[in-house]
């Protein structure tokens, strides 16, 4: 995964700060989705780790933490982590890209 980040960087990309966001913008929508009722399963898995004590102890005092805190508030995602040049629709392909290399390790 470093690799991968140092490579990013050559092109002014951040890559922590594109991951914030798209983790404060799942958070975020998936509470949406939920108080809207029209949550899918992700939805509530998304809240589910979200809202875990042990996901909490676990992520303190790090980027992600701060990342889910703020979709919890319902921060406008892209101006908090505004070190992200990606769009909203690029940042998703650019979440779901990620999500799919992780299940590969």
């Not at 913008?25 to 992700?42: G, P, R």
């Not at 979709?71 to 892209?78: D, F, M, P, T, V």
């Not at 992200?84 to 999500?99: G, I, Q």
């Amino acid at each position: 995964m470093e690799e991968i980040d140092k490579a990013l960087l050559k092109y002014d990309f951040d890559t922590t700060s594109c991951t914030q966001r798209a983790i404060c913008w799942y958070v975020k929508e998936s509470l949406a989705n939920i108080e809207e009722q029209k949550a899918s399963t992700f939805d509530y898995l998304i809240n589910n780790l979200s809202s875990s004590d042990w996901i909490e102890k676990l992520l303190t005092n790090t980027a992600w933490n701060s990342a889910i805190s703020a979709g919890k508030q319902g921060l406008n995602c892209e101006s908090t982590f505004y070190s992200c040049k990606l769009s909203p629709s690029n940042l998703e392909n650019f979440a779901n890209k990620l999500m799919q290399f992780a299940r590969r390790k």
